[in-house]
């Protein structure tokens, strides 16, 4: 295992990939990351030269817009024109209009693309019709002469009382009744985790453009372009020749463009077959919050016996997620986090209990994590609670439950390698100073306390006081699909040689930001002994590349990275088979022109030893885990409640360093939306409507608000992957907020048990009786 720190880096000319891919051989590596190329997206993106999807010019296009319910739950009776309207220069689409069938595929197909009449309205903002006009004011004169005609009927918003289930799961390990006998103290909790926006830069986008040959092509900001040709084959009747998806450049997902956009694309399609001519479907951001899919809300509930030492003894874990109105992603989401609800923590008897239920809210769906964050919230937040209790350093009560080789999960999963949790916490607690500065807020506290400012005695306002505090979480993330996900998939990278001496790699994982396209040239290269820069991306094109899978799950660098390597090593011994042995960099363009293009299609095979059962939850969840640890310091006004996040460090193992920039990079902008998630990001609804769905109202960090981030990178490598990579997209999203958490409490001595931990809250529990902490039992 090695550890390298890397400070904010200048980048340097760019050097050959395979020095780029080289790891030092132990200890500590410190200093900047030099010699790493320039992202291969980037100068296009400064310079405007790079298409987003609303920069796409399709002469004769038309614009198209929805028509949506304005209540939670009713029944459609009809659709009415107005009659004194002239429509005959626009198109409206309903669903009787669709050729295939209504259902958007995913999952579970419970969704209408289009409510029918006579069906049932499930949700505020559900799409009921569809129209399209050759400019924007006509669509705004004309679209309030479209009535929605309806009868009310009883929407559900609490998902404990919904009795609709999406998905439930039981996890059982050891004895229960065995663990809480042998407990020196038992300790109780319940936290809560509301609606996170994904809030990405650039608004969801779609244009439809329909063949002579029946077809239709669409041109968006996806995330999973094979997401959307099943979608359009599914409702539109189509073959798989005739649907075509190209991706845009895309300006951020954070999940919230996986399955969505199939959405955005059938109702742009759909538009276009029945207007002949491209439909244009350009939300605004306004429609995009309040329309599309967010973090799904939970209720998690722990009860945990414990030794006097602090040995975890027992976990009962129960967990209550909110799908809103259709399924989507709900059963993977709900999944990944019973799976994780237990933390990185070795504990021998365990159960968890997951189910996610409907209820009459627009939909949730993916976001950065994928039901990891609400979970690990909850566990660290109650640990931190359980070290409150027994008198201990929250880092030492770590250090005697953490992971190590050889230990166990609650699914029978033996941990036989690339297991960091102890080191990712060693180096935290070391980088963050923790010890000594959790000593110096304590001290604080205590002075305080002694003055009668905080907890202790009625809170009182009046000049500008703050009080700082330290706080510490650790978290692990499964690398790739859960269980048998990837063998469903199947997916296929391929690597080209083409007939003019070009390296291509063809994949159909999307470039949103977080360095696609830079790193897969850098793998590959170094594979075949050329400069990153001999090495080009296809363009994502369902006609053009195979389908490896969606970009999600911190898979692509993990999975789709492994099987572009796989490519490359075949490509370039079937290359040098042919010339004698020579190294592929003296031979390839020789070789093209004598022999002409040469493919290699790679398909995923399942990792040796690695064997779940989808049924009984028993087995390797995962084939490796990332493991995390995280410190933040904050300030937080006592007369206000508001709260400053000052300091964070952040320590995360991804396996591999593929990019230094790039991977520091994703655990800075992870890190930045876990601050957010922790302290200011909520939605509010009322009646099932989103209230703050504008950026006005809708809150997260600014550069302002970020606090000083530094970053420490641990590399365990994954022998199952080529490259050791295990991917770092969701990881830091997993740990920040329970730190920040912790650090409230540790300023002002109450936990927040519910997210955000807005100055409300904050103030209430001052307030109010200290702490939430249950009795022991």
């Known amino acids: 295992m090695t550890t390298r720190t890397l400070p904010r880096p200048i980048t340097a000319p760019e050097r050959s990939a395979a020095d780029a891919l080289v790891v030092a051989p132990g200890g500590t590596t410190r200093g900047r990351a030099r010699g790493y190329p320039l992202r291969r997206e980037g100068p296009a993106k400064l310079t405007g030269a790079a298409k987003y999807a609303d920069d796409l010019v399709f002469p004769g296009a038309w614009y198209g817009a929805t028509i949506r319910s304005t209540q939670a739950r009713a029944k459609l009776v009809a659709i009415e024109l107005d009659p004194d309207l002239d429509w005959s220069k626009v198109v409206v689409v309903t669903a009787a209009d669709i050729p295939g069938e209504n259902l958007v595929a995913a999952i579970k197909e419970d969704q209408p693309v289009l409510v029918p009449v006579g069906g049932e309205i499930r949700h505020h903002a559900e799409p009921v019709a569809l129209i399209a006009a050759p400019d924007r004011e006509t669509i705004r004169r004309l679209r309030a002469g479209i009535r929605l005609v309806t009868e009310a009927l009883p929407p559900v918003f609490d998902p404990e009382r919904s009795d609709h289930v999406f998905a439930e799961y039981e996890v059982q390990n050891g004895d229960l009744e065995v663990g809480f006998g042998a407990a020196a103290h038992v300790v109780e909790g319940e936290y809560r985790v509301g609606h996170q926006e994904q809030l990405y830069i650039e608004n969801n986008a779609m244009i439809a453009v329909p063949g002579e040959d029946g077809g239709m092509a669409v041109h968006g900001s996806l995330q999973c372009p094979y997401y959307v040709h099943r979608a359009l084959r599914k409702t539109l009747g189509l073959t798989a020749g005739q649907a075509r998806v190209v991706q845009a450049e895309t300006g951020g997902g954070f999940g919230g463009k996986e399955e969505y956009p199939s959405i955005i694309a059938l109702h742009a399609a759909l538009l276009a077959r029945k207007a002949g001519r491209p439909v244009r479907m350009i939300y605004d951001r306004h429609e995009d919050i309040a329309a599309t899919t967010k973090r799904h809300p939970a209720i998690i509930r722990h009860r945990t016996a414990v030794a006097a030492d602090g040995t975890l003894l027992a976990q009962d874990i129960e967990i209550v997620m909110d799908g809103g109105a259709y399924c989507t992603l709900t059963p993977v989401v709900l999944s990944r986090g019973a799976l994780h609800s237990g933390g990185p923590y070795r504990c021998p008897n ?10 009459n809210t627009p939909p949730n769906g993916a976001f ?3 039901g990891a964050p609400q979970v690990e919230f909850a566990v660290e937040t109650h640990l931190n609670r359980i070290a409150e209790r027994l008198g201990l350093s929250p880092a030492e009560l770590r250090r005697r439950n953490a992971y190590e080789l050889g230990d166990t999960t609650p699914t029978g999963q033996v941990l036989r390698e690339s297991v960091a949790a102890q080191e990712v916490l060693r180096l935290a607690v070391e980088a963050g100073d923790f010890e000594l500065l959790r000593s110096a807020t304590a001290r604080a506290a205590a002075e305080r306390l002694g003055s009668g400012e905080v907890p202790g005695g009625p809170f009182r306002s009046g000049g500008a006081r703050t009080a700082p505090g330290i706080g510490l979480a650790m ?12 063998v469903h998939i199947g997916s296929v990278a391929s690597v080209e040689l083409t007939a003019d001496g070009r390296v291509r790699v063809l994949i159909a994982s999307t470039e949103m930001g977080q360095g696609t396209t830079t790193i897969f040239p850098l793998m590959v290269s170094g594979e075949l002994g050329l400069p990153a820069q001999a090495v080009e991306m296809a363009p994502v094109d369902t006609a053009i590349v195979p389908d490896s899978g969606p970009t999600v799950a911190s898979r692509t660098a993990m999975v789709v990275g492994g099987l572009c390597i796989e490519a490359a090593r075949r490509l370039r011994a079937e290359v040098e088979a042919r010339n004698d042995g020579r190294p592929f960099a003296e ?3 020789a070789d093209a022109a004598a022999h002409g293009p040469t493919r290699i299609d790679q398909r995923f095979e399942p990792y040796p030893d690695i064997d779940f059962d989808d049924t009984t939850y028993q087995g390797d969840a995962y084939p490796a885990f990332g493991w995390a640890a995280c410190v933040a310091t904050v300030d937080v006004d006592l007369d206000t409640g508001e709260v400053a996040v000052r300091d964070v460090v952040a320590v995360d193992d991804v396996g591999r360093v593929i990019h230094p920039i790039l991977c520091e990079g994703q655990v800075e902008g992870g890190t930045l939306q876990a601050v957010g998630y922790a302290t200011i990001e909520e939605i509010k609804l009322q009646d099932g409507r989103y209230l703050n769905d504008r950026l006005a109202t809708y809150l997260i960090p600014t550069a302002l608000d970020a606090p000083r981030l530094r970053t420490i990178l641990v590399e365990a490598p994954f022998s199952g992957a080529p490259h050791g990579a295990k991917g770092v997209g969701e990881l830091p999203m997993d740990v920040g907020a329970p730190a920040v958490v912790a650090a409230i409490h540790d300023a002002v001595g109450v936990w ?12 209430a529990a001052l307030e109010g009786p200290r702490g939430t902490q249950e009795p022991a039992a």
């Open 350 to 359: 365990v159960r968890i209990r997951a189910r996610a239920t409907r209820t």
């Open 475 to 486: 978290g692990w993330h499964g690398a790739g699909f859960t269980g048998s996900g990837e």
């Open 368 to 370: 950065r994590g994928f």
């Open 587 to 589: 031979v390839y363009l």
């Open 752 to 763: 927040i048990t519910e997210l955000p931990a807005t100055p409300e809250r904050i103030l």
